[in-house]
């Protein structure tokens, strides 16, 4: 954290990231790698077959919608990964589109292992994106945003619920 390597140590990083089975957290969130370091990191990851990375946390990066294909990508494909830190970010471009957390919504649909995911100041999650979010395919896994309280039922939830636990839910 707090390094601000860039895109160039983004590249530089991946490879032995992506071979490392010992590596289960990974914390690179206020480093500024932008959408290029983290596509690098994301897909070199994604192509890993030893990769363990239980615990991704890549908040504070100014990241918009356009990093939810290749973070989509390897959510989808990652049987390690439980838990997903995204806050602080611009997911939804500041409030005009929801297909960057629509994207990672549907990569969640198909990983059984992601238990949290914390989307924290993502700017107005709200609508579709946060329906698609707390959507009954995601019973079991722990969402947080503090900016709405949550609901009995995440067909009626307009906004992420704070700490929401989603198990149960139906």
């Excluded at 490392?20 to 914390?27: G, L, P, Q, Y």
């Excluded at 890993?48 to 973070?71: F, H, R, V, Y």
Aim: glycine share 8%.
């Amino acid at each position: 954290k707090y390094n601000y390597f860039g895109p160039e140590g983004a590249a530089a990083l991946a490879p032995a990231i992506a071979v490392s089975a010992s590596v289960t957290e990974c914390d690179l969130g206020t480093n500024n790698l932008g959408v290029e370091g983290w596509t690098i990191i994301f897909n070199a990851l994604r192509d890993s077959p030893t990769s363990k990375i239980a615990m991704w946390d890549i908040s504070n990066e100014n990241l918009g919608p356009e990093i939810a294909k290749p973070l989509a990508d390897y959510i989808s494909v990652n049987p390690s990964l439980t838990s997903l830190n995204i806050s602080n970010n611009h997911l939804t471009d500041y409030g005009r589109t929801m297909t960057g957390i629509a994207a990672i919504s549907e990569a969640l649909k198909v990983t059984a292992s992601v238990t949290h995911v914390d989307v924290r100041n993502n700017y107005s999650i709200a609508g579709d994106g946060a329906l698609q979010t707390t959507s009954t395919s995601y019973r079991q896994k722990k969402f947080q945003s503090p900016s709405c309280p949550a609901l009995p039922q995440p067909a009626a939830h307009p906004c992420l619920g704070h700490h929401s636990d989603l198990a149960g839910w139906s």
